[in-house]
Structures are given as C-alpha cells and as structure tokens.
C-alpha cells in the first residue's frame, strides 16, 4: 500500500478481504502465546490466554510447531464450525507468526463444484457395478438357458427312446399274442387229436402243420374190437356209481396199452372199444400190433377182473381182430368232430368180439396169417358173420409165442 | 491423574468412503444418510481417557482423495497416526488406501494406523471378501470391518490406534 492515499488503501484493503474474518495468533519459540489479534472470535479463538502454551489453546497447532519450513500454508482448514481458513505460518526472531485469513466462500464453491462431481462419479460407479451384476445375471441366465435346452434334448430323447421301446413292446406284444394263439389254436388241434391218436403221434401230426392226413380216405387198416362179457348184466344191478368206478378202472388200464402200442382210438361206447392200426399214421404189421394189443388189454382186463369177482361181479373179457380196407378220415360236422373207420373191416371185428367168451381173441384168417409166427393160435372154425354173404374162418390168438416180444411191448407201456 | 497430552490424528481415504462420517459418529455418536464432500481439511477434538492419561485426539478429516485431487502431505505434518478409510462396496477404494499408506510411510515414515473397512451394514453389497481382509491383517495391518451408520467398530478402532500412539 506504499505510496497510495490512505481512502485508497482501505478501499483496495475492503475489496481484497471484504467480509473475510482475518485473524492472527503470535507464538514464541518456547511456544507460549504472546500475541493474537484480529477477528478470533468466528475461529472461536476469543478466549485465548496470552502468557500461556499456544498448542494447548489452538487445536490446529497440534504438531505443525516449532516451525520447519517457512513460510508454510495450510489451505482451507475448516477451524471452527463453517469457518474456514486458510492458515499462513512464517517465522521471525521472536517467534512464529499464523495469520488466518478466512476463505469459506471460495471453500463452499469449491464444495458444490466437487459435490457434483463427485456424485456423478459415484453414480457412475454404482451404475457399472449395476451393469457387472446384471451382466453375470444375464450370464448365469444364459448358463441356466443352455442347460435348460440340454435337459430338453435330454428329455426329448429320453422320450424317443421311451416311445421307441413302447413300440418295440407292442410289437412284442402283438408276436407274443398271435404266438399264444397260435399255440392255444395247436393246442386245441392237438387235443382234438388227442382224442383218439396216442398223445405222441398227435404232437407229431400237429408239429407238422400238415393235417391232410385226416382228410376221408381209404386204407388198409388192423380193426381191433373189445368189451366186457357179463356187463350189462351187472350194470343192470350194480348202483351207477359202482358201475361208473368200474368203467373207470378199465378205461385207466386200457387207454394207456391203446397209446403205447401206438394205435388209433375210434371210440368209447360204454364197455366197447375200437382200436386200428396203420391210419393215420402207417405202421408196419398192423394186424401183429393189433394182436398184441389185444394179449395185453386181456391180461390187464385179467388182473382187474380177479378183483371185481372179490366183489362178487363175474364179468369177462373178449376181443375181435380183423384186417382190411376201410374208409378214415373225420366225421362230424363244425365243433364235434371224430376221426372214425368206416367198412366191413370194423363191422368184422365187431362181430368177432360178440362172438368171443372171456377172454378170447378170435381174429380173422387173415390176421391169424400175420401173426402165425407170433402167436399160439387155435382154430375156432367158421363163423357167420351178419352182413357177411360167407362164413368166416376164425382162430383165437391162446398167448403170444416168444416171452421176449412181451418184454419189448411192456418196455414200451411204460416209457 | 497425569497431565492431558494432544495428539494429531489424520483421516485418510478416497472419496464417499465415510471419513467425516466416522469422526462424527466417534465425535459426536450421530450419522446422517446425507452426503457432503469435504474440501481441504474439518477439524474435530474427542478427548479420551487412556489409563490414568487424558489423551486430547485433534482430528483432521482430510478431502478425500479421487483422480482429481492428490492428498496435501503438507496437512499430515506432526500427526501422531492416521485412520486409512476403505468403502467395502467399493474395492478400489481399498487399493487407494493401501496406496496411501505407502505415501504417508515415503513421507513421514511408519506411523501408528488404523485401516477400516466401512459400510459393514451394508455387507451384503460388499466386494471386498474376509479373505482379503485376512491377506491384508497377514500382512501386519490393523485393519477391521466398521459401520458409521451402526458405530460397529469405530470406538474400538480410535481407542486402538490412540494407545498405540500413546504407547
């Protein structure tokens, strides 16, 4: 302010600090206040104690005395509240002088300033970590779409497999059913046949799919005819139980001879039985078949008949063996149908068996001729025959010859 | 009861960590949701009792640091320790405090500190893991997790670093 009028100094003076609140403190080197002048009181520094230690007084003098560097400033030290100052140190022999030279105005414009920026700053910030979370969002939403898509590929696929092995299982069903019915219908032709082949041949026939051979035909066939002598006669006493059980022990020992010997079993009529041979499976020999048939069904009638007559029932046994063509095939119509020989043959041997007592076989010279090197034959002589122009020549087969071709048919009974 | 004693404590930190929050909850035991950003330097006085000592703390909540503006070390002379401030929602204001405390240590050599780790009450937008935090205590810093808003951590964290300075 040199060389300048007094009004002008304190003009320039009131432009440069205008409502500034400036102040001064005067600090010695042992650190004691000696002097403080100024505007102290909006520092709150109005009760400074000269005399006494200035640190202890001035709070923002902790650790800035004694000076090392001079001059020094602290710019914008907020010293009291909303008071701030900047604080210039500088020293001189005596001590160490601070000057407080308000700037709070320029500190709050720096403030705004700052405030804005700062915020702006901080939203930046928050709106980046906002977009990094939504990023791995998005990105843990991608991962969970893609493994998403993998278990639909999985399940679509697990659902092809599925509908291919349900297909697969229709189909199997399907096979399976026209298996089971294709067995069930094997099965009903097999015991259809049952019925009158041995079990053995039946399976053999239907195994073969070729069921032509029950087709009506001729052949040359060994008929075989039997019943019980003395039957009407006890069934005309006997309850129908006892008569019932009877039949039932002499059906369960001759079925069984019928099969093993492998012969075709017409029919059943009460006491009666008609076998044949060589239809429709040939054999060979059928009429050397029919007559050992024939020696077996006696001995086994023979053993039943010892315990019938323990009963007090006298009841025999008698057989007809004749041989020659006959018409075969079934006969019948849809639903009940039997395989059946028709022709004199059957008529002979049914005759033959009237005419027989207990325990005869009488057959037909043209059997007896079969069978002459098997059998113990004893001639009966002639015989009318009903539906027959000629008498008959009739032999009864007495036992078989050779004992081995008992055991060779009695192995066979029971395999 | 001895003599009370004045010691210089600075608060160092990036910007909107919480520095002038912590002095006034520590001070004062209030917060505000309101933020003001401090220019140059506010500052406070908490007496505490260490002891059979009176301990004078003169605070000095200094302007945070940001890209803009770099802390004045000139505020840091005579100061007796430092409280280095991390925002926990905001890792790299723990890299700026790290690096503060190199500077400080360049400058004025190894002083008592304390580093905390601010805004505990809102954990679960934290970045900064334990295991961070573990790493960093290995490592011989006095670090802790506090909460202006809560006061979590803030007592301990003066009366900490003030017997340390004392000590």
């Given at each position: 302010m040199e060389n300048l009028p007094t009004h002008v100094a304190d003009r320039l003076q009131a432009l440069t600090f205008g409502d500034r609140a400036v102040a001064y403190l005067y600090v010695?080197?042992?650190?004691?206040?000696?002097?403080?002048?100024?505007?102290?009181?909006?520092?709150?520094?109005?009760?400074?104690?000269?005399?006494?230690?200035?640190?202890?007084?001035?709070?923002?003098?902790?650790?800035?005395?004694?000076?090392?560097?001079?001059?020094?400033?602290?710019?914008?030290?907020?010293?009291?509240?909303?008071?701030?100052?900047?604080?210039?140190?500088?020293?001189?022999?005596?001590?160490?002088?601070?000057?407080?030279?308000?700037?709070?105005?320029?500190r709050d414009a720096t403030r705004r300033l700052q405030q804005k920026a700062y915020d702006m700053t901080l939203l930046q910030e928050k709106e980046a970590a906002f977009n990094r979370r939504l990023e791995a969002a998005n990105a843990a939403l991608l991962a969970t779409q893609r493994e998403l898509e993998a278990s639909r590929d999985a399940l679509l696929l697990a659902h092809e497999e599925l509908r291919a092995q349900s297909d697969e299982l229709a189909r199997w069903n399907k096979t399976l059913e026209?298996?089971?019915?294709?067995?069930?219908?094997?099965?009903?032709?097999?015991?259809?046949?049952?019925?009158?082949?041995?079990?053995?041949?039946?399976?053999?026939?239907?195994?073969?799919?070729?069921?032509?051979?029950?087709?009506?035909?001729?052949?040359?066939?060994?008929?075989?005819?039997?019943?019980?002598?003395?039957?009407?006669?006890?069934?005309?006493?006997?309850?129908?139980?006892?008569?019932?059980?009877?039949?039932?022990?002499?059906?369960?020992?001759?079925?069984?001879?019928?099969?093993?010997?492998?012969?075709t079993l017409d029919r059943f009529v009460g006491d009666g039985l008609m076998v044949f041979f060589n239809d429709p499976l040939p054999c060979p020999n059928p009429a050397e078949r029919a007559v050992r048939l024939a020696v077996a069904m006696r001995d086994a009638v023979a053993a039943l008949a010892t315990a019938w007559r323990q009963r007090g029932h006298n009841i025999g046994f008698g057989v007809g063996v004749a041989q020659?063509?006959?018409?075969?095939?079934?006969?019948?119509?849809?639903?009940?149908?039997?395989?059946?020989?028709?022709?004199?043959?059957v008529n002979t041997a049914a005759r033959l068996s009237d005419a027989a007592s207990n325990s005869q076989i009488l057959v037909t010279s043209r059997v007896a001729s079969a069978v002459g090197d098997l059998a113990e034959l004893s001639n009966i002589g002639t015989l009318e025959i009903k539906g027959l122009s000629r008498p008959l020549t009739v032999s009864n087969v007495v036992a078989l010859k050779f004992e081995e071709h008992q055991v060779i048919f009695l192995n066979r009974q029971t395999r | 009861m001895t003599a009370a004693i004045q010691k210089k404590i600075c608060m160092l930190g990036?910007?909107?960590?919480?520095?002038?929050?912590?002095?006034?909850?520590?001070?004062?035991?209030?917060?505000?949701?309101?933020?003001?950003?401090?220019?140059?330097?506010?500052?406070?006085?908490?007496?505490?009792?260490?002891?059979?000592?009176?301990?004078?703390?003169?605070?000095?909540?200094?302007?945070?640091?940001?890209?803009?503006?770099?802390?004045?070390?000139?505020?840091?002379?005579?100061?007796?320790?430092?409280?280095?401030?991390?925002?926990?929602?905001?890792?790299?204001?723990?890299?700026?405090?790290?690096?503060?405390?190199?500077?400080?240590?360049?400058?004025?050599?190894?002083?008592?500190?304390?580093?905390?780790?601010?805004?505990?009450?809102?954990?679960?937008?934290?970045?900064?893991?334990?295991?961070?935090?573990?790493?960093?205590?290995?490592?011989?810093?006095?670090?802790?997790?506090?909460?202006?808003?809560?006061?979590?951590?803030?007592?301990?964290?003066?009366?900490?670093?003030?017997?340390?300075?004392?000590?």
């Open positions: 010695d080197h042992a650190l004691v206040l000696i002097d403080a002048g100024g505007q102290l009181g909006p520092y709150e520094l109005g009760a400074l104690r000269h005399g006494e230690p200035a640190v202890e007084q001035v709070a923002f003098l902790e650790g800035m005395l004694p000076l090392v560097e001079s001059p020094y400033l602290l710019p914008s030290i907020e010293v009291a509240k909303g008071r701030v100052a900047d604080l210039h140190f500088w020293s001189d022999e005596g001590g160490v002088w601070v000057v407080l030279l308000e700037v709070t105005t320029e026209e298996r089971v019915a294709a067995q069930v219908g094997e099965l009903e032709r097999v015991n259809r046949l049952k019925r009158f082949l041995a079990p053995s041949i039946a399976d053999l026939i239907v195994s073969s799919g070729d069921e032509s051979i029950l087709k009506r035909h001729r052949r040359d066939i060994a008929a075989l005819f039997c019943d019980l002598r003395g039957f009407t006669a006890f069934s005309e006493s006997a309850e129908p139980e006892e008569v019932s059980e009877l039949l039932h022990d002499y059906h369960a020992a001759l079925v069984p001879l019928i099969q093993s010997f492998e012969g020659g063509f006959a018409t075969l095939g079934e006969i019948g119509f849809e639903g009940r149908f039997d395989y059946s020989a028709v022709g004199t043959v | 990036g910007f909107s960590v919480g520095k002038t929050s912590l002095v006034k909850r520590y001070v004062e035991s209030v917060f505000s949701e309101a933020y003001l950003t401090t220019v140059g330097v506010k500052i406070d006085k908490k007496s505490v009792t260490l002891g059979d000592r009176v301990v004078n703390l003169i605070l000095w909540d200094l302007a945070g640091e940001d890209d803009m503006s770099s802390l004045r070390m000139s505020y840091l002379r005579g100061s007796a320790g430092y409280v280095l401030v991390a925002d926990g929602t905001r890792p790299a204001t723990l890299e700026m405090a790290l690096s503060l405390r190199r500077r400080v240590e360049a400058e004025h050599g190894p002083l008592p500190f304390a580093l905390l780790i601010n805004k505990n009450d809102l954990r679960e937008q934290w970045a900064i893991s334990d295991g961070d935090l573990e790493e960093l205590r290995r490592n011989g810093c006095w670090v802790r997790s506090s909460s202006a808003r809560t006061g979590e951590g803030v007592e301990d964290a003066f009366m900490d670093l003030a017997t340390r300075i004392v000590r």
